[in-house]
């Protein structure tokens, strides 16, 4: 009878997520996908208006529960002296900012500080990312899968900056769509790209993010991210039904 009344409950629970909408996402749009399997999977929730606000920016701690959602990671249980000076103990986010610190995803600011409620960065947010999802290394990328496109700014950018080698691992393996670039007139009055690595990535754009790399882990086989592929759905355990 317990089996019984968990496959129900499992049932129940996947046709409820299986129609996820936000009124202010459209289906046209190029992240609606990402968004509403990151609503079905339980990452990601909206408001009481029924938006979800794509435009509005995420916060550091924010991002590293969304992180450890989408990898289905257990962010419990890691030394408490990992915390930084301005990450209460008792604040809703203090396990996974330990978790992610032991982790080696995050190092903090030279003050000593996490600042989580701070908007997240573009390239913190790959960084944090990429380092999740593979074990704290930057996978090599093969000498014969050079990036598809560069945008002017990060194309115009030293190699050197610390966040080069992240971008370019994105953009090699067609993680980072286009969609994320701003077209900008150049003096010369030709349309241009431009990504502006350091501002603040907005929820539509961590939600396409993570997806895209769930994808892109989930179906290996693949040199390049493909919208042909979809990822795997996220097992949600109930109280009560065991393993």
């Known amino acids: 009878m317990k089996k019984i009344f968990c496959l129900v409950v499992f049932s129940l629970f996947f046709t409820q997520v299986a129609f996820a909408s936000f009124s202010d996402v459209k289906t046209n749009t190029y992240y609606n996908a ?9 990452v990601i929730n909206g408001y009481v208006d029924g ?3 794509p435009d509005i ?15 289905e990671l257990d962010e419990k249980g890691y030394d408490k002296n990992l915390l930084f000076k301005d990450t209460p103990a008792d604040a809703w986010y203090a396990d996974y900012v330990k978790a992610a610190k032991f ?24 960084k944090m990312a990429i380092l999740q999802f593979n074990y704290g290394k930057v996978p090599i990328i093969p ?13 115009n950018a ?3 900056e610390w966040w080069f080698e992240y971008i370019n691992y994105y953009l090699s393996v067609n993680i980072l769509p286009t969609d994320h670039f701003t077209k900008t ?3 010369a009055g030709v349309g241009s790209y431009v990504y502006e690595p350091l501002s603040s990535m907005s929820r539509k754009e961590v939600a396409e993010l993570l997806y895209r790399m769930k994808t892109f882990r989930d179906n290996s086989d693949s040199e390049y991210y493909s919208n042909q592929y979809q990822p795997k759905y996220i097992v949600k355990k109930f109280d009560g039904c065991g393993n």
Not at 58 to 69: I, Q, Y
Not at 110 to 117: A, H, I, L, V, W
Not at 143 to 155: E, G
């Open 185 to 187: 007139p150049t003096d």
């Open 57 to 71: 920016c995420v916060k550091r701690v924010e991002f590293l529960k969304m992180l450890f959602e989408t990898l």
């Open 103 to 126: 982790l080696g995803v995050i190092n903090g600011f030279q003050d000593g500080t996490f600042r989580p409620g701070q908007c997240v960065s573009r390239v913190e947010a790959l």
């Open 34 to 42: 990402a968004i509403n399997w990151m609503a079905d999977n339980g």
């Open 51 to 53: 938006t979800f606000g």
């Open 143 to 155: 000498s014969d899968i050079p990036p598809i496109y560069y945008p002017q700014d990060v194309a």
């Open 158 to 160: 030293d190699e050197t």
